[in-house]
């Protein structure tokens, strides 16, 4: 058995510190994969023998970061999520109390998004505590960066590019984001970037999503203007 075959097995510190880096690997995989794979594919995929691979899978299955499908399949599990919710912990403390008084003010649904990698994904989520009608929606869900004013709110604070899709154009343009039906049929979108208070941009952005029409262009303004009260606290 050769040196990189017995790094699967973790049987030494230094073969411990190699087994965590497959482990990552593989969840990376199953990250970018828009299918179940088998135990099959995940060692193909990775060059490694199919045991080392199963040995990983159980325990990520065990914290609940990979789960076991139909027909064997695998697929990153539930306790992703739960990690998630922790990311980027001081900007979910400094924005949670801003959401909560625009989700009141306004009697909508508002959360902070953030990149990750090709994907916007939920941070933080507040909802309206008198509305009688408003979207529901979870930290930690995901959806492309290019679908959805949230996303579309990250990508207009980024150096343009010439394959810039139009909506990252218009948004640029406007200073905010707006999208109607994108996701959810019938729903409005709209987002603002963030930035730190050197004016570089977070990664992230701050909106409302709303089955109800709003007056966007005065909802934009407010956006900005927590926006910058955020900033100013970075």
């Not at 979910?92 to 990750?116: F, I, K, M, N």
């Amino acid at each position: 058995m050769s040196t990189g075959d017995r790094a699967g097995d973790g049987g030494s510190q230094g073969n411990g510190s190699q087994t965590l880096d497959r482990g990552l690997k593989l969840l990376e995989l199953l990250a970018v994969e828009d299918r179940d794979m088998t135990v099959a594919e995940l060692a193909t995929s990775l060059g490694m023998h199919r045991q080392a691979v199963y040995r990983l899978l159980t325990t990520l299955r065990n914290h609940r970061l990979a789960a076991e499908g139909s027909s064997g399949r695998y697929r990153l599990g539930l306790g992703v999520i739960q990690l998630a919710r922790q990311a980027n912990p001081q900007l979910r403390r400094a924005v949670v109390p801003y959401l909560r008084t625009l989700a009141e003010e306004l009697g909508v649904t508002t959360q902070c998004v953030v990149s990750e990698g090709a994907d916007a994904v939920v941070l933080a989520v507040v909802e309206p505590s008198d509305a009688v009608f408003h979207l529901s929606q979870r930290s930690g869900a995901r959806h492309p960066l290019d679908q959805g004013a949230s996303g579309l709110a990250i990508m207009l604070a980024r150096p343009p590019e010439a394959d810039d899709p139009p909506g990252v154009v218009e948004a640029r343009e406007r200073g905010y984001a707006v999208s109607r039906g994108n996701l959810t049929p019938g729903a409005v979108g709209i987002a603002v970037p963030l930035y730190d208070g050197d004016g570089q941009s977070l990664e992230a952005s701050l909106g409302i999503v709303s089955m109800v029409d709003l007056d966007v262009e005065r909802t934009a303004k407010r956006l900005l203007a927590t926006a910058e009260q955020i900033t100013a606290r970075e």
